[in-house]
């Protein structure tokens, strides 16, 4: 059972390893960009951010959604837009 368990923890690093390589070797160009914006949440930083008055927002883009600033400088969707 252990290997069984070894090989799939394999799989999932190199799977993992894989998609964060194509990530910063294909940052702008294709499909993947907008897959991470679709699927993982990854939203590129908006060139023009606004402060609301509470938070840090503006428009992805890549994928043209509005998204808002976390306390960590990242940006993710804001809800409602699907």
């Known amino acids: 059972m252990w290997k069984i368990e070894m090989i799939l923890e394999g799989v999932v690093l190199v799977f993992g390893v894989v998609l964060i390589s194509l990530a910063l070797i294909d940052r702008n160009t294709s499909w993947l960009p907008k897959w991470f914006c679709d699927h993982m949440g990854w939203h590129k ?37 699907d």
Do not use: H, I, W
Not at 46 to 65: H, I, K, Q, T, Y
Not at 67 to 73: F, P, R
């Open 45 to 81: 930083t908006p060139e023009r951010a606004g402060f609301d008055g509470c938070s840090l927002n503006g428009v992805c883009p890549r994928c043209n959604r509005k998204v808002l600033s976390d306390s960590n400088g990242d940006y993710f969707a804001s809800g409602g837009q």
